[in-house]
């Protein structure tokens, strides 16, 4: 292999998994198909039970001699990975784009904020992790942060890079060894180049496996005794049955689920700051995101300027092959979930949704859409549509915007965009989300934060800052006496 001609090794990962090195797979071959064009870029072995049983054995033994290991030492593993992606930035925005669709400015954001995960993770080895608790002064009581062991990682098709790395190196951080289970449709940019990366920076072996696979993948992993924690980002359906499994095994589940976001435009915003937040919210990377503006609540003296303008926008934005040509929107990532997206426009506009903009598709490339006059009951309000569709909604007085806002079961993200701060800050205090940005819209993230949602967006769980040691370690209290005392039996 030529790594001048091929930076990634590329080559390696033909019909192969990365556990215990770059293998053959069990389970069925993977084909990645390019959603622009329907290219097959490659074929990677899919895991079958056994891998997955395989790798959470081989990651269990490797773990306690991870722990041993000297902090400078695994920092800079850390650092020498985040260092491979930025030699390597070019390649790797590639195959983001090809892969999943999206055009390179979301790339470079993916590439930015894992390469921040790494940096951040190899900081997080040198932060205190314990505290010395008050006792008898002859008892030294400590209560310190301990490894879960082996962390299993689940992560989607959407951000796969950064979904991935958010959970696999702080995970690797704290002391786990990590099973990771790409989505079959993005294992190169959500799983394999991460791969590489650690491996190139030396981490040891079998401490990291990444596994592409199905649902009987996924559900070995969740299983898996020796697995003692699951990290899960995707649907809020998927994440309902991951939690009930990893119930039934007794073991620590983070769930980073759906969302139906609120952009609330308040009546002193600035009406072309409001559109071009929402345009953002609603179409960057054609809706596919958990955080996407899902809802628009505008006032009702705005209204009519604000469709206009948004609608008028949505018609001008190109939509195209990402990898070939300067567009707005790429593809989605499938015929099944442009067929969904379909089904909420139609099924709105026959409940009285108007629609202002696009509502058509032509293969994979769905039009950028604006559904005016949307109410409670309309899927375009209720579901989570993964597209870009920008349903508008409008109400009377602050306290019907709150109302629509927090309307429905999901509580992952919000925005509020207004003349005043201070107004928008007391707005906030009205909503029941996880992250809530004022005067900025709803798709937000930073190595730094604590992110996570509630209700069906999350079940309580933050990944990001000072949240990952609460997630991937437990307390543990230990003492210790000169000597051991004499009790009265």
Same mark, same amino acid.
């Given at each position: 292999?030529?790594?001048?001609?091929?930076?990634?090794?590329?080559?390696?990962?033909?019909?192969?998994?990365?556990?215990?090195?770059?293998?053959?797979?069990?389970?069925?071959?993977?084909?990645?198909?390019?959603?622009?064009?329907?290219?097959?870029?490659?074929?990677?072995?899919?895991?079958?039970?056994? @891998?997955?049983?395989?790798?959470?054995?081989?990651?269990?033994?490797?773990?306690?001699?991870?722990?041993?290991?000297?902090?400078?030492?695994?920092?800079?593993?850390?650092?020498?990975?985040?260092?491979?992606?930025?030699?390597? #930035?070019?390649?790797?925005?590639?195959?983001?784009?090809?892969?999943?669709?999206?055009?390179?400015?979301? %790339?470079?954001?993916?590439?930015?904020?894992?390469?921040?995960?790494?940096?951040?993770?190899?900081?997080?080895?040198?932060?205190?992790?314990? !505290?010395?608790?008050?006792?008898?002064?002859?008892?030294?009581?400590?209560?310190?942060?301990?490894?879960?062991?082996? !962390?299993?990682?689940?992560?989607?098709?959407?951000?796969?890079?950064?979904?991935?790395?958010?959970?696999?190196?702080?995970?690797?951080?704290?002391?786990?060894?990590?099973?990771?289970?790409? @989505?079959?449709?993005?294992?190169?940019?959500?799983?394999?180049?991460?791969?590489?990366?650690?491996?190139?920076?030396?981490?040891?072996?079998?401490?990291?496996? #990444?596994?592409?696979?199905?649902?009987?993948?996924?559900? $070995?992993?969740?299983k898996d005794p020796r697995v003692a924690m699951i990290a899960f980002t995707g649907?809020?359906?998927?994440?309902?049955?991951?939690?009930?499994?990893?119930? /039934?095994?007794?073991?620590? #589940?983070?769930?980073?689920?759906?969302?139906?976001?609120?952009?609330?435009?308040?009546?002193?915003?600035?009406?072309?700051?409001?559109?071009?937040?929402?345009?953002?919210?609603?179409?960057?990377?054609?809706?596919?995101?958990?955080?996407?503006?899902?809802?628009?609540?505008?006032?009702?003296?705005?209204?009519?300027? =604000?469709?206009?303008?948004?609608?008028?926008?949505?018609?001008?934005?190109?939509?195209?092959?990402?990898?070939?040509?300067?567009? %707005?929107?790429?593809?989605?990532?499938?015929?099944?979930?442009? $067929?969904?997206?379909?089904? !909420?426009?139609?099924?709105?506009?026959? %409940?009285?949704?108007?629609?202002?903009?696009?509502?058509?598709?032509?293969?994979?490339?769905?039009?950028?859409?604006?559904?005016? /006059?949307?109410?409670?009951?309309?899927?375009?309000?209720?579901?989570?549509?993964?597209?870009?569709? $920008?349903?508008?909604? !409008?109400?009377?007085?602050?306290?019907?915007?709150?109302?629509? %806002?927090?309307?429905?079961?999901?509580?992952?993200?919000?925005?509020?965009?207004?003349?005043?701060?201070?107004?928008?800050?007391?707005?906030?205090?009205?909503?029941?989300?996880?992250?809530?940005?004022?005067?900025?819209?709803? #798709?937000a993230d930073e190595p730094c934060v604590p992110f996570g949602g509630t209700g069906?967006?999350?079940n309580g769980s933050r990944i990001g800052g000072p949240a990952n040691w609460d997630? =991937?370690?437990?307390?543990?209290?230990?003492?210790?006496?000169?000597?051991?005392?004499?009790?009265? =039996?």
């Open positions: 292999m030529n790594r001048d001609s091929d930076p990634l090794g590329v080559a390696d990962w033909q019909d192969k998994l990365f556990s215990n090195g770059w293998r053959a797979g069990t389970g069925d071959i993977i084909s990645v198909t390019e959603p622009a064009t329907g290219d097959i870029l490659l074929n990677v072995a899919g895991a079958s039970a056994d @891998d997955v049983a395989d790798a959470a054995g081989r990651a269990h033994a490797a773990q306690a001699g991870w722990v041993k290991m000297p902090a400078d030492a695994r920092a800079r593993i850390f650092r020498d990975a985040a260092a491979f992606i930025e030699r390597n #930035v070019d390649h790797v925005r590639d195959w983001i784009i090809r892969e999943t669709g999206s055009i390179p400015g979301k %790339a470079d954001v993916e590439i930015k904020i894992t390469i921040g995960e790494l940096y951040a993770a190899a900081a997080m080895i040198h932060e205190a992790r314990g !505290v010395v608790l008050p006792s008898d002064p002859k008892v030294m009581s400590i209560a310190r942060r301990v490894p879960h062991g082996v !962390v299993g990682v689940i992560s989607p098709f959407n951000f796969p890079m950064i979904l991935s790395i958010r959970a696999v190196a702080p995970a690797l951080a704290s002391g786990n060894a990590v099973v990771l289970k790409p @989505d079959p449709q993005t294992p190169v940019a959500g799983g394999f180049i991460i791969a590489r990366a650690f491996e190139e920076a030396g981490l040891p072996a079998d401490l990291l496996h #990444v596994l592409p696979g199905g649902a009987d993948a996924g559900e $070995a992993l969740v649907s809020t359906a998927v994440g309902r049955k991951i939690g009930a499994m990893a119930g /039934e095994h007794l073991k620590k #589940v983070s769930l980073e689920l759906g969302g139906k976001n609120s952009l609330i435009i308040l009546d002193d915003a600035d009406v072309d700051l409001a559109v071009s937040n929402a345009a953002w919210g609603a179409f960057l990377h054609q809706g596919q995101i958990c955080m996407a503006t899902g809802r628009i609540l505008v006032p009702s003296r705005l209204a009519k300027q =604000f469709v206009d303008r948004l609608a008028e926008k949505a018609d001008h934005l190109p939509v195209g092959d990402p990898f070939k040509e300067k567009v %707005a929107l790429g593809p989605l990532i499938n015929q099944r979930q442009v $067929a969904n997206v379909e089904r !909420v426009v139609r099924e709105s506009i026959s %409940a009285g949704a108007q629609l202002r903009a696009g509502g058509t598709a032509k293969n994979l490339f769905y039009r950028p859409t604006v559904l005016d /006059e949307v109410v409670p009951g309309m899927p375009a309000f209720e579901e989570e549509i993964f597209g870009p569709v $920008a349903p508008v909604s !409008v109400y009377e007085d602050e306290e019907s915007a709150a109302r629509l %806002a927090n309307a429905g079961d999901y509580g992952l993200s919000a925005g509020i965009i207004t003349g005043s701060s201070a107004r928008g800050l007391e707005f906030a205090e009205r909503l029941r989300s996880g992250l809530v940005h004022v005067n900025n819209q709803t #798709v069906a967006s999350g997630e =991937f370690t437990q307390w543990q209290w230990l003492t210790s006496r000169a000597e051991a005392p004499r009790y009265p =039996f």
